[in-house]
């Protein structure tokens, strides 16, 4: 079965970075999209980057320039480096996989982010 391994997440001032990393283990199909969410309580997650199978990456424009996602070699890890973060980045982010035939989505267990202004 699919498990995905989040770390580190963490407290930080504002205008500092942090790396997310993803580890999933269990994938047995070839293509899928590996994502970042993001959640604040009482409001709707929202996507916060994804990269696809093929290496395009997408960020939702209010993170683009100070985000980045990336792959491991091994295909199976995913990061997301933020930089220049912001209170409003403040949220439990959660590292997702989707398989891009069938479109069914593996979700970790989630990691907060904190962003004192």
């Known amino acids: 079965q699919v498990q995905l391994v989040e770390s580190g997440g963490g407290s930080v001032q504002a205008g500092e970075s942090l790396t997310l990393s993803c580890a999933a283990s269990?994938?047995?199909?070839?293509?899928?999209?590996m994502a970042w969410f993001r959640q604040v309580p009482g409001k709707e997650r929202e996507s916060v980057a994804d990269?696809?199978?093929?290496?395009?990456?997408h960020y939702r424009p209010s993170v683009e320039g100070r985000f980045t996602i990336s792959r491991g070699a091994d295909k199976s890890t995913v990061y997301l480096r933020m930089n220049s973060l912001k209170p409003e980045d403040t949220a439990i982010y959660y590292c997702?996989?989707?398989?891009?035939?069938?479109?069914?989505?593996?979700w970790g267990q989630g990691t907060q982010v904190t962003v004192s202004s």
């Open positions: 990269i696809i199978s093929g290496g395009v990456e």
């Open positions: 269990g994938l047995t199909f070839d293509a899928y999209t």
């Open positions: 997702v996989v989707a398989r891009e035939d069938t479109a069914q989505e593996f």
